[in-house]
């Protein structure tokens, strides 16, 4: 079931609750991309595209932000950006990453997933602080480079992770040369997401975090 409506607009039919994707946009958003000035982001001389990304640092109070067309590059870049070849992710074992995605960052990427039940949410710190491994005497260990945090989480029923479990397992994986860091990887799969998320709070803003912003997202956010 699909719709033509406006988001938001529920006369005439039920709601489909399946994705945000599933949204039509508006003749206006239709318009607003026709008349949006364009230039080659090579150079990066396409305006839209550099104020979407100064819109989204400062949004997530990063030093820069970068444009992917789709949630799968978002995810695969954000993870990459911190986890070198031969290292690992630690992931819910219902992440997106994880079930979807085609193995994209072990085929393409040269990094292992591994997975733990409830990272995000449900699974004790310690837990978590347990299944991180550094480096050690041991030859040949792999190293966890990241803590991939879905959210929303769009194979639990869009649960939101709060703020504060966010910086706990930030403080998990404390900032310096060669330790892992956290990843936020900001799921649209649900339509509750933006409601729930902003029950949760604005854009989570950590020094631990890196965001990646599926598409979804980015034009949820987009006010330009
Ligand atoms: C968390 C998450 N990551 C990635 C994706 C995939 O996005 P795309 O189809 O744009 O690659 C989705 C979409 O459902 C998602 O929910």
Known sequence: ?????????????????????????????????????????????????????????????????????SGTMGNFVALRASAAVGTEVIADTEAHIVTYELGGLAALGGVQTRTLPGLADTADLAEVARAIRVPTA???????????????????????????????????????????CTATVRGCGTPRSPARSNRAGSPHRSRHCRCACPRGSARRSARW
Do not use: C, I, K, W
Not at 140 to 158: H, P, Y
Not at 169 to 176: A, N
């Open 1 to 69: 079931m699909t719709t033509d409506a406006p988001r938001g607009d529920h006369r005439g039919g039920p709601v489909d609750l399946r994705s945000d994707t599933v949204t039509r946009p508006t003749a206006a958003m239709r318009q607003a991309m026709a008349d949006a000035p364009v230039g080659d982001d090579h150079y990066g001389e396409d305006p839209s595209v550099r104020a979407l990304e100064e819109y989204t640092a400062d949004l997530l109070g990063h030093e820069a932000a970068v444009f992917v067309p």
């Open 138 to 180: 041991s030859y040949g260990m792999v190293r966890t480079a990241v803590l991939a945090v879905e959210n929303t989480q769009a194979r639990r029923g869009g649960r939101v992770v709060p703020p504060a479990r966010l910086e706990q397992l930030g403080e998990l994986t404390s900032p310096g040369p060669g330790s892992p």
